[in-house]
């Protein structure tokens, strides 16, 4: 078992930046694979960014060049920079945890996972 804590979240106004912090702890060998995903009301869990262990990173078209995903492995803290927020960008946040190489960014290639604070954005 991985546990994933989050911290941060929270209601915010249009255009803010908040940061959402993930402590990865309770392992014997660090997982290799990171990935922060969100799910909005009635729609499916989606994923915003990932981060692999030499600091590879990807994100999804809809936040590219607003959101950074970032790791600090001596604090064992995951990370999540949301820059330009707007209400579109209203959901419950989850980070997640893989040992072996997702297939992409997708639900089912993450074994273990946060609790899901909830952003809300105002305009």
């Known amino acids: 078992q991985v546990p994933l804590v989050e911290s941060g979240g929270g209601s915010v106004q249009s255009g803010g930046s908040p940061r959402l912090s993930c402590a990865v702890s309770?392992?014997?060998?660090?997982?290799?694979?990171k990935a922060w995903f969100r799910q909005a009301p009635g729609r499916g869990r989606e994923g915003v960014a990932s981060i692999d262990n030499t600091g590879t990173t990807g994100y999804a078209d809809s936040v590219k060049d607003r959101f950074i995903i970032s790791q600090d492995n001596a604090k064992k803290t995951l990370y999540l920079q949301m820059n330009s927020l707007e209400p579109e960008d209203t959901a419950k946040y989850y980070c997640a945890a893989n040992y072996l190489a997702p297939r992409g960014l997708l639900p089912g290639e993450y074994q273990y996972w946060g609790q899901g604070p909830q952003v809300t954005v105002s305009s």
């Open positions: 309770g392992y014997t060998y660090r997982p290799s694979y």
